[in-house]
């Protein structure tokens, strides 16, 4: 089951910064966090994930809170090919692996 | 990264007949793949857990003898929907992950499979 919480939907204007929440408070300490992001009638996509730290790829920065209960995933230049639905999802690292989806959040970037 | 392909991408099949959908890890081998069903405008659900010589695990819920799930080598897993009704339509995603990358290392996904019976 999922184990995490997003807005259903968010509107960024292009080429500013996206800044998509994840809410996961019931995160234990051998979670991990992940974000994936789904083009329409596409597999997910992977873009980065995070334990405690925070984590930068060339796709995004992912910020997770000290308490560990929320995270922040940063498109720092958002375009319109990142309209997307963006899943964040915590993963218990060892066990069966398996990723639980939850309801996403509906990214459009706006022209 | 790494790549997952699976085929077909889309099927049209009739009421009453089996389909198969292949999982294929391109570069990686994955003692574990994973099968989700979506459908519109809905998330992801994970259906079942396919596993490298033994018997896949399903969700609760999910009917073993409806997805057949086989897993025969490292880099192949098929899910065969037998006997598809209407209802069955769906949009089937695989994903894997690189068994010999670590435990904490991201899962990649196919590219997806619709189905349509009619």
């Known amino acids: 089951d999922a184990k995490t919480t997003q807005p259903p939907s968010m509107d960024c204007a292009e080429g500013r910064a996206a800044n998509l929440p994840c809410n996961h408070s019931?995160?234990?300490?051998?979670?991990?966090v992940y974000w994936y992001r789904q083009i329409h009638s596409q597999g997910p996509q992977y873009i980065i994930h995070g334990l405690k730290n925070n984590e930068t790829n060339e796709m995004a920065s992912l910020i997770i809170t000290e308490d560990r209960k929320s995270s922040t995933l940063i498109l720092p230049h958002a375009t319109l090919r990142d309209t997307a639905v963006y899943y964040c999802i915590v993963r218990v690292v060892g066990g069966g692996n398996q990723f639980y989806f939850g309801t996403g959040t509906s990214l459009t970037v706006i022209p | 990264g790494a790549v997952v392909s699976q085929h077909p991408s889309r099927v049209i099949c009739k009421s009453g007949t089996s389909v198969k959908i292949e999982c294929r890890s391109l570069d990686f081998q994955a003692t574990t793949m994973f099968w989700y069903r979506q459908f519109p405008k809905q998330s992801l659900m994970l259906m079942a857990t396919?596993?490298?010589?033994?018997?896949?695990?399903?969700e609760q819920g999910v009917e073993k003898d409806k997805f057949l799930i086989n897993h025969a080598s490292l880099t192949l897993s098929t899910l065969t929907v037998t006997s598809a009704h209407p209802e069955d339509s769906s949009f089937y995603i695989c994903?894997?992950?690189?068994?010999?990358?670590?435990?904490?290392?991201?899962?990649?996904f196919g590219q997806g499979t619709r189905l349509t019976v009619v």
């Open positions: 019931t995160i234990s300490g051998n979670e991990y």
């Open positions: 396919s596993n490298e010589g033994s018997k896949a695990t399903y």
């Open positions: 994903s894997a992950r690189d068994t010999a990358a670590g435990v904490n290392t991201e899962a990649f």
